[in-house]
């Protein structure tokens, strides 16, 4: 008995230990840890006067990535790496496109994979340019060179912001040919026997009659989905919604409240791996910083306004 406690003490220091480390790694980025009311997140650094969005942290939250577009340029992803307890300034990433453009980085839940857009032109395909995905693996010496999707995704002429599960399963925006930008709806691909055998459309309860539904951040379990679209039940622009996955059933969507939600518009959201966080654009067509908030109070509101069947109405 006298071992297994001890085990177990060891078990729960070591996991207060990372979570501790994982914290302090955000502190050295940004000091203003916030609670309930969102704050600019590395203001100066990550947030400047330039249009930023869209970031995603490795697991050990020691690196990140996210997309910057500065006043009359592309849109292009950098790249910041703790070292020696002390944050690098942004940099453009190593893969940067030298045809083209890049956007909206993503680090799969196990880390072993960094996904992102790209207006690249596809290598030694007759496909015609369009926004595809791209990924690079982690191996021993850093990430890989990044190669495209293939099949089915390589047949679509637009897919962006993709967010990925612990079982390997992708959620994105695409759209079906001739769709305006503002049809442009949730996708899904489920992994079988380590293939990706169908692109699927999601339901009503995701893909409601708004327009803009875009950026959907998957939680790695599955548990629930961040996204955003402009109703005219909102605040304004595009808002955030979370939508809860129960028993392989998803709900309709709950706008995320008029603390994230301003008249500007809240979109492209994530959340920390450490799950204590949510990250998301504010900011108008041309100006707009990233934003984040303490994420665990919010959603446990939230869920628990899905336990009561307190829905929205369809938007």
Not at 51 to 67: G, S, V
Not at 239 to 262: A, C, H, Q, V
């Amino acid at each position: 008995m006298k071992g297994v406690n001890v085990t177990f003490l060891f078990i729960v220091l070591h996991l207060f230990s990372c979570s501790k480390e994982t914290e302090s790694n955000i502190v050295l980025l940004d000091p203003d840890i916030p609670t309930d009311t969102p704050l600019v997140f590395g203001e100066g650094i990550i947030s400047t006067e330039s249009y930023e969005f869209a970031i995603t942290f490795t697991p050990e939250m020691d690196e990140l990535y996210f997309t910057r577009r500065k006043p009359g340029e592309d849109n292009t992803i950098y790249c910041m790496q703790l070292v020696d307890d002390k944050w690098s300034s942004p940099k453009p990433a190593f893969f940067t496109a030298t045809k083209g453009w890049d956007f909206e980085p993503h680090i799969n839940p196990k880390g072993d994979k960094l996904y992102f857009g790209s207006t690249r032109p596809l290598n030694d395909t007759p496909k015609p340019p369009g926004l595809h995905q791209w990924y690079s693996k982690r191996e021993a010496k850093g990430w890989s060179t990044p190669i495209p999707l293939q099949k089915p995704f390589v047949d679509r002429t637009i897919i962006m912001y993709l967010t990925s599960t612990e079982e390997g399963n992708l959620y994105f925006t695409a759209g079906e040919k001739g769709d305006a930008p503002e049809d442009w709806v949730i996708y899904k691909s489920i992994k079988e026997d380590g293939q990706y055998k169908s692109i699927d459309r999601m339901g009503k309860e995701i893909n409601t009659a708004a327009k803009w539904v875009a950026h959907s951040y998957i939680a790695p379990n599955e548990s629930y989905m961040i996204y955003d679209f402009k109703s005219d039940l909102g605040y304004g622009e595009s808002d955030l919604y979370i939508s809860f996955n129960k028993n392989e059933k998803w709900s309709r969507p709950f706008n995320m409240g008029p603390k994230i939600n301003t008249d500007q518009t809240e979109m492209a959201a994530s959340v920390s791996p450490d799950g204590k966080y949510l990250f998301f654009h504010r900011g108008g067509e041309n100006e707009g910083n990233i934003y984040w908030v303490g994420f665990r109070p919010i959603k446990e509101e939230m869920e628990k306004n899905f336990n009561q069947h307190q829905y929205l109405k369809e938007p």
